[in-house]
């Protein structure tokens, strides 16, 4: 069984000017519909999105979701449990939207996700953007000292998630989970994607950035367009023939290991 742990904004499609406004072509649809029905791919959409956005966006019902960064999981169309604790951090994060509304306009995008937020303002003019982004990070400060908050940079975003909370402990949930034998590949594109890379190349899997970032990934492509055809190629290659999965990525026998790094462009 081959996990595909996939971030979707900026990885499966290109970043929109807002949130709202990145919503998944047909083309995409049809491929994620086709990589959850395979017998030995097993699909996980790894977003900072909250899993109710992202169902939303990405109606699947044989899909796993792992929202607000490794803090929400889901199976399908299933109940979303938090995997850390929320209480401190719920009541922080409606506090500080509440008095951050007040410094910004249409330009921005802030989102409350109950658990945590995100101040998008890829739209916003640069002096606007940066005084609202000194008045989130002040807003942050004391809850970051208290261990109850951590605020991280994103592409024209700043993320407010719960302090612990990242990529890599829902990909530790899932996998843990995973019967024997289970390898994974991650893409994304974000810092906020560096965690999962992490935890997954200490496990000997395959991780792969897509755009021109720097990253811990061990492999890089450079669009989101040619992430998807990468997929659609792992699902012609492995996604029917019930055995071929059964080795790890780990070992040198792995059937699919050749054609990963070709297609990844290894040597």
Known sequence: MLFLFLDYDGTLREIAGRPQDALPD?????????????????????????????????????????GTHGLEFARGTGTVRYLLPVAKAKSAVNRICAELKKWIDGSFTLENKTVSLSLHDRLAPPARAARARRKLMELVRPYVKRGILDLIRGKCVLEVRPMGAHKGIGVEFVLDRAPGGAAAVAFGDDRTDEDMFRVLNRRKQVTVVVGKRKSAAL????????????????HCALGTDRDVLSPTLQSQKFPGRKFLHRALGAD
């Open 26 to 66: 047909a083309d995409l649809l049809r491929l994620l519909r086709r990589l959850e029905r395979s017998r030995n791919l097993r699909p996980v959409i790894i977003t900072g999105r909250s899993i109710r956005d992202i169902r939303r966006m990405l109606p699947l019902r044989r899909t796993c979701f792992i």
């Open 219 to 234: 492999f890089r492509v450079p669009s989101p367009r040619l992430a998807r055809k990468i997929l659609s190629s792992l």
